[in-house]
């Protein structure tokens, strides 16, 4: 696990930590502030003890000068999106990192930098296979268990707390919205298509998932091992870097439309395209969380007042104003629509009996799932990937011979 990975995953234990504290739950922020210790010290790695001290020390200085961040109370806008910032920022230090790291093999150089695992977050098919060896054949693999880590990491985010991942964490989301923000500023005009175009090109990232699972489903259960120990998996990440760094004409044609969509749709890629969102959609049907309304509550049937604020926040195109519960496989439980409402008990991220999540316990749980698991994955042993240095310099040159 590099620095900038332990530094990351040791901020938001610590946040996680202290959101626990300061809505009441002190056994909550003590068992969490121990097990993150104790991890730290069991495993004997100054990364994570230097990220831990520096996590302590900056919640330090929040609490001096800014103790509402830190205690979570901020606005809900405000809060998600310094969620999303500090999270793309840190996997953007993680592609500098990275691509240091295989420009230097690239030259038989053994790098000075550790290569982030986390980047294979970005092989949800390998991650796939990973997982489908574990429960089938209890392999577990060695190469890139990152992948299978992150990918039942996003996974339970989505069982949990339906596509919260795409609204509170994804950098390609929050990207999509500057995106947007951009064309909106030269073409003020709403593009989105009609509704009888949206439905089909909403399918499509559907689509796309099933083809991606017709490849890790597809997969004789006998064939996993061999694919697991071929040198295509060895460089998979190499090879998905290649894709994005040296794109063909063909690519850029895709990440040309890509950008296009992002820009003239608000979540245009997360809306039509992205098989991730897909994936999610369909888990989110089985999350408790949801957003409800409480009609006792809400402005039109207990004032008879007309009021749709929460329709006009959502980013989704969801009408929340009439329904009571929002099953939609778009939501991405952003609370916009909560931030919106004028009546607070008219709207809310809730369990079917009422119980809600507020903002900071949406983000708390995120925090949980998304970090707890990648450390308790590191401390057994599987998360940092055992392909030797020598191997992936050895493989690099003949990259492009290397097929599945
Ligand atoms: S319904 Fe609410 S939480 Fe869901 S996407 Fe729309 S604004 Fe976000
Ligand atoms: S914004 Fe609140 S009060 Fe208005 S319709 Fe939505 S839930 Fe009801």
Redesign the pocket.
């Known amino acids: 696990m590099s620095v900038i990975e332990s530094l990351t995953l040791m901020l938001a234990l610590v946040y996680l930590a202290s959101l626990n504290y300061w809505s009441g739950k002190k056994w909550g922020a003590l068992a969490t502030i121990l097990l993150t210790a104790s991890a730290v010290a069991t495993s004997l790695y100054w990364p994570l003890a230097l990220g831990f001290i520096l996590a302590l020390t900056f919640a330090a200085i929040l609490h001096k000068f800014a103790p509402a961040s830190l205690k979570g109370e901020v606005k809900i806008n405000t809060l998600r999106q310094t969620s999303q910032h500090i999270l793309a920022l840190s996997l953007f230090l993680v592609a500098i990192q990275y691509t240091i790291n295989t420009l230097l093999l690239k030259q038989g150089i053994t790098p000075w930098l550790t290569r982030p695992d986390v980047v294979d977050a970005f092989l949800p098919i390998a991650g796939g296979i990973e997982l489908k060896a574990i429960i089938s054949l209890n392999l577990w693999d060695q190469t890139h268990p990152a992948a299978a880590v992150m990918l039942a990491a996003v996974l339970l985010t989505g069982l949990i707390c339906k596509r919260a991942f795409c609204g509170w964490s994804c950098p390609l989301g929050l990207a999509g919205e500057y995106l947007y923000a951009l064309r909106k500023r030269v073409i003020s005009a709403e593009l989105a298509p009609p509704a009888w175009l949206d439905w089909p090109l909403r399918m499509l990232k559907y689509l796309l998932l099933l083809a991606l699972c017709y490849i890790v489903i597809g997969m004789p259960t006998q064939a996993i091992p061999y694919y697991l120990q071929g040198n295509y998996h060895k460089i998979a990440d190499v090879k998905m870097a290649l894709f994005f760094v040296t794109p063909g004409i063909i690519t850029l044609i895709c990440f040309g439309a890509i950008l296009a969509l992002a820009a003239w749709r608000r979540q245009g890629f997360c809306r039509y395209l992205c098989p991730y969102g897909a994936l999610l959609g369909v888990l989110s049907f089985a999350s408790p969380l949801k957003i409800r309304?409480n009609p006792q509550?809400?402005?039109?049937e207990a004032k008879g007042m007309k009021?749709?604020?929460?329709?006009r926040a959502c980013p989704a195109n969801i009408v929340?104003?009439t329904q009571t519960t929002v099953r939609s496989d778009e939501c991405q439980a952003c609370m916009r629509?909560v931030a919106?409402?004028?009546?607070s008990p008219?709207?809310g991220f809730a369990l079917k009996s009422g119980q809600r999540v507020s903002h900071k316990g949406l983000l708390a749980l995120i925090l949980l799932v998304l970090f707890a698991l990648p450390l308790l994955a590191y401390l057994n042993g599987f998360w940092h990937s055992q392909t030797p240095d020598y191997i992936r310099m050895e493989l690099i040159p003949i990259i492009e011979r290397i097929g599945h």
Do not use: E, G, S
């Open positions: 309304r509550h809400c402005l039109i009021c749709d604020k929460c329709t929340v104003h629509c919106a409402c004028p009546k008219a709207l």
